[in-house]
């Protein structure tokens, strides 16, 4: 394993690494690694010397940092200021069974957006512009250090979800948000996956601004019944409870406020840490969740983001029916926990088409033409 410090030393590696044709795994937190198709046993690159905040303007709602700062660290730096990071960013450590600490390239790179999302949108809505070094050992910027930039192609969404296969992240700019004063969590118990989801659907809809709706079964909660549908509402004291009127206008008084947040721990798949088999993010049009849901058949499962997102735990063998389902629904199926020999054969996502994989190849190549950072990985 080689560590590097600075962005020079990046370059330095990088180019090395091209004259011999060697391609390596970027390591940083390490929480991730056993996300997408295995890279078998190729050389490491640590990253995590590429750490801490370098600059924070709260006025201006804009940090920058290390790509291998920990959350958490930026976390606590924003919350003094009253401030968070709007796609609040899935730790998915517990799930994944790692121990490392979790970073803000890891969040952005595998696009783990949890239920803030809902708001702000995900993670490449928050990323105005960073620094890298690509697969020609040349360091670049995309993006800006501003909340407003409409000049040259748009990087930093490419970025988020390419799990590190397109440059090497050396500094990250994100936009930033005021923390709300309060919040709550609404629960509609009792409910059927059809009467949940069409009732997180009116929410998302609405002027409510939800920060969080999901949809747990009974078997996903400790009371049981039908299955509850979950609403996360914030702001100051009196717009809060005047969203909360406005949810029981919606509703009726089917709903009532419940201790606790469950979105984090939905978010970050724990609910289905202790769970065995494959785990399965499955991303589909809301309209079709109750359906798809009925229709994979999991015994263990769960809806985020009003049904955009299907958690579910399913056996290895059902792999290739999940996705059939998927495609059916014109959405997507992430593998996002299994085996070495699961992912291997599954991938992270199915195959594109030939257009759509035609059009990934050409910007891969334009990154990295010889394939050096975590190769196959997606």
């Known amino acids: ?19 011999v044709r060697s391609p390596f795994e970027i390591v940083a937190g390490g929480t991730r690694r056993s996300v997408g198709k295995p890279v078998g046993e190729i050389p490491m690159l640590d990253v995590s010397g590429l750490s801490g905040v370098i600059k924070y ?38 799930l994944l069974g790692s121990n490392g600490a979790a970073t803000l390239a890891g969040a952005a790179s595998s696009d783990a957006s949890g239920s803030g999302k809902l708001r702000h949108g995900g993670a490449r809505d928050s990323l105005l512009g960073f ?128 201790e606790g947040d469950l979105f984090t721990a939905i978010g970050c798949g724990e609910k289905f840490a202790d769970i065995p088999g494959d785990i399965w993010r499955v991303m589909i049009p809301r309209a079709e969740a109750p359906r798809i849901a009925m229709e994979l058949h999991a015994r263990h499962w769960l809806g985020d983001l009003a ?3 299907l958690w579910l735990a399913a056996d290895p063998a059902e792999g290739a029916r999940i996705r059939e389902i998927a495609a059916k629904a014109n959405g997507q199926a992430m593998l996002l926990r299994g085996s070495a020999e699961s992912r291997a054969a599954l991938g992270l996502f199915a195959p594109q088409a030939p257009v759509l994989a035609a059009l990934s190849k050409a910007v891969k190549a334009a990154f990295d033409p010889l394939s050096l950072f975590n190769p196959g990985r997606i």
């Not at 790509?67 to 517990?94: H, M, N």
Request: proline share 6%; glycine share 10%; charged share 20%.
């Open 307 to 309: 049904g955009a997102v």
């Open 131 to 258: 620094r890298a070094v690509n697969g020609l050992g040349e360091a670049f910027r995309g993006g800006a250090k501003v909340v407003k930039n409409v000049t040259g192609f748009d990087l930093p969404k490419l970025v988020c979800g390419a799990f590190g296969t397109l440059c090497v992240l050396t500094e990250m700019t994100f936009r930033v948000y005021p923390q709300p004063q309060l919040s709550t969590t609404l629960c509609m118990a009792d409910v059927t996956p059809e009467e949940g989801f069409a009732a997180l659907r009116k929410i998302a809809l609405s002027a409510l601004e939800p920060v969080g709706l999901a949809y747990l079964p009974a078997n996903m909660l400790a009371d049981g019944g039908k299955g509850a549908a979950l609403i996360k509402l914030e702001g100051a004291q009196q717009p809060l409870e005047e969203k909360i009127a406005l949810a029981h206008g919606l509703l009726g008084n089917a709903i009532h406020p419940i």
């Open 57 to 94: 303007e709260p006025a201006e709602l804009i940090i920058t940092a290390g790509p291998a700062t920990p959350v958490a660290e930026i976390k606590a730096v924003l919350a003094e200021k009253g401030q968070r990071l709007g796609f609040d960013p899935a730790d998915w450590s517990r």
């Open 1 to 19: 394993m080689t560590k590097v410090a600075n962005e020079d030393q990046l370059v330095e590696f990088v180019r090395a690494a091209r004259d």
